[in-house]
């Protein structure tokens, strides 16, 4: 199952572009890399998914490299509702043979005013 | 409207209290899983299920049973809660794969406490 890391915390402003980096060396051929948003107290809320290069959705975009081995979400003009713990996710593909979606502990952006 | 939806939201019991904990989705989603959320150790799957009569466990089952007699519910049942099991739970359930275009869909998590 491949591991992710990603940045413990970071700190933005309103209407600034936000890109958290996650990276997956170990990523294999039929991983997808998914990324969730949590509120406290809630339950993550699905972002965006990819595979390789871009992935452009109406809140974030992701980029995947060639390699895989990273990937970048992008989140354009964040405000302070943006303000969440966001989770990078790599694998769970049934075809494979991984069957547990494994979260890490996130990235805690914090936008201010 | 699609959603997971978790009964009760919060939840104060004794230890040794057996209790259960409801899942169910509308979805038609074969694979549901229940995770705990506990501060600065992020979300840690207990057990999942791929379809109906089919479990296994995640990274933290001890102390936890589920069954999945429906494809619609998945419940988690505590036998013999402690305090350790103090926790933030949350269920979720997908497609198979997790690679339908919505990922996985979260319950609104019940907290549960162990005294």
């Known amino acids: 199952l491949a591991k992710t890391t990603q940045p413990i915390s970071m700190d933005s402003y309103e209407g600034q572009e936000v890109n958290i980096t996650c990276s997956h060396n170990?990523?294999?051929?039929?991983?997808?890399i998914t990324w969730y948003q949590q509120f406290p107290s809630q339950g993550p809320r699905f972002i965006i998914q990819?595979?390789?290069t871009k992935v452009t959705n109406e809140v974030a975009s992701l980029f995947i490299p060639a390699d895989r081995k990273s990937s970048t979400l992008s989140l354009p003009r964040v405000s302070l509702s943006d303000t969440a713990v966001y989770y990078c996710?790599?694998?769970?593909?049934?075809?494979?043979?991984?069957?547990?979606?494994?979260f890490g502990k996130g990235t805690m952006l914090l936008v201010s005013p | 409207e699609a959603q997971v939806t978790q009964n009760p939201r919060y939840l104060i019991t004794v230890t040794g209290k057996k209790l259960t904990v409801t899942c169910s989705q509308n979805?038609?989603?074969?694979?549901m899983s229940w995770y705990r959320q506990d501060p600065g150790l992020g979300l840690r799957q207990i057990y999942y299920?791929?379809?109906?009569?089919?479990?296994d466990k995640g990274d933290v089952p001890e102390g936890y049973k589920v069954s999945r007699k429906e494809k619609r519910n998945f419940p988690l049942i505590l036998e013999s809660p402690s305090p350790n099991q103090t926790s933030l739970y949350f269920c979720?359930?997908?497609?198979?794969?997790?690679?339908?275009?919505?990922?996985?869909?979260f319950g609104s998590g019940t907290r549960l406490t162990v005294v």
């Open positions: 996710l790599v694998g769970d593909n049934y075809r494979s043979g991984y069957s547990t979606l494994t």
């Open positions: 299920s791929m379809n109906v009569e089919v479990t």
């Open positions: 979720a359930s997908s497609f198979l794969g997790g690679q339908g275009p919505y990922g996985y869909t």
């Open positions: 990819g595979y390789k």
């Open positions: 170990n990523i294999a051929t039929n991983d997808y």
């Open positions: 979805m038609n989603h074969e694979y």
